[in-house]
């Protein structure tokens, strides 16, 4: 899934409503509903574009093994299921 706004772009915004701005001025002028910048407020909240990088990477990273783990299970279960059966 293609990213609409760039996790920079959603602290700016955010920055936008905390410096006194109103939300909905702030969602109209990006084209996002309120439901989306509190999605977003409710992930990037209190962040700086530094740890917003960093998020990301963790994210990346963790997919990365999830999928590691699957196919280590089914490596397992298919060896398992090669050493039950009777030659």
């Given at each position: 899934m293609k990213a609409r706004?760039?996790?920079?772009?959603?602290?700016?915004m955010i920055k936008e409503q905390e410096a006194g701005e109103k939300t909905a001025d702030v969602c109209r002028r990006h084209g996002i509903s309120s439901a989306t910048f509190y999605k977003y407020q409710?992930?990037?909240g209190g962040m700086e574009p530094s740890d917003a990088k960093r998020l990301r990477a963790l994210e990346d990273e963790n997919g990365k093994l999830k999928?590691?783990?699957a196919e280590q299970m089914l490596d397992n279960a298919m060896l398992r299921d090669i050493n039950s059966k009777k030659w």
């Open positions: 706004f760039t996790d920079e772009q959603i602290i700016a409710s992930k990037y999928r590691l783990f």
